[in-house]
């Protein structure tokens, strides 16, 4: 199950998403000059959500990083998504929030290639930039493998974000192909475990500079 929802319905159902998703914008918005015009036109674009709605002062700690040593590329794509549907079934968690931070129509991703960007249609149809996703953990072999090897760099790539359970955690994919934990700080142990579980490897961003989807075979 697929389903298109609102960006300001995850905000409002979630605390934790709507504050993630507020750091990172105010985070990477820091960096533009909104004195200048074009700079200007870019965080009224893209940059939706720079204040929470429902702001939350505790720290939500983004230091873990889950990476998978996969043998060459094929390896990489049918097993990360199977671990990932893993670890977070043994979370509790059944349900994710596919979205960008910024507020960008997906459809207009910069996948891989044709092929991928076809096949994203097809599965979730044409919807706006005011909209995300809501699917279960069984739909990650099907469609996370299409957001893999994609023309986006130095920005997280693509975030999932709890939608149930009782532990507030999200993951985003990065450039090197592995994904970048944050949850509150409270969960940090629990988390580890179940990735280790899972067979990723964990570290610190650090970790991205020995495991990246850049050195495997094809």
């Known amino acids: 199950m697929i389903q298109p929802i609102r960006r300001a319905s995850i905000f409002r159902s979630s605390p934790f998403a709507d504050n993630l998703i507020a750091s990172y ?5 820091a960096m533009f000059d909104a004195t200048i015009p074009e700079e200007a036109k870019v965080l009224r674009q893209y940059y939706d959500h720079r204040e929470a709605l429902q702001p939350d002062d505790a720290p939500i700690v983004s230091d873990l990083v889950m990476a998978y040593e996969a043998a060459e590329r094929p390896d990489y794509v049918t097993q990360l998504p199977l671990r990932l549907q ?4 043994s979370l509790g968690v059944a349900q994710l929030y596919l979205m960008d931070f910024l507020r960008s129509d997906l459809n207009e991703f910069p996948f891989e290639n044709f092929r991928k960007k076809n096949l994203f249609r097809r599965m979730v149809g044409r919807h706006s930039e005011d909209y995300n996703f809501l699917l279960d953990t069984s739909d990650l072999p099907r469609l ?3 957001f893999f090897h994609a023309r986006k ?6 975030f999932l974000v709890a939608a149930d359970g009782e532990i507030p955690i999200a993951l985003n994919l990065c450039d090197d192909g592995n994904l970048h934990v944050s949850c509150p700080d409270r969960y940090s142990q629990q988390v580890q475990e179940a990735a280790l579980a899972a067979g990723f490897e964990t570290g610190d961003f650090t970790i991205c500079s020995r495991y990246s989807v850049c050195y495997l075979k094809h």
């Open 25 to 29: 914008q105010r985070c990477y918005a």
């Open 86 to 89: 893993h670890f977070f079934n």
């Open 144 to 146: 996370l493998p299409l």
């Open 153 to 158: 760099w130095d920005v997280p790539v693509i």
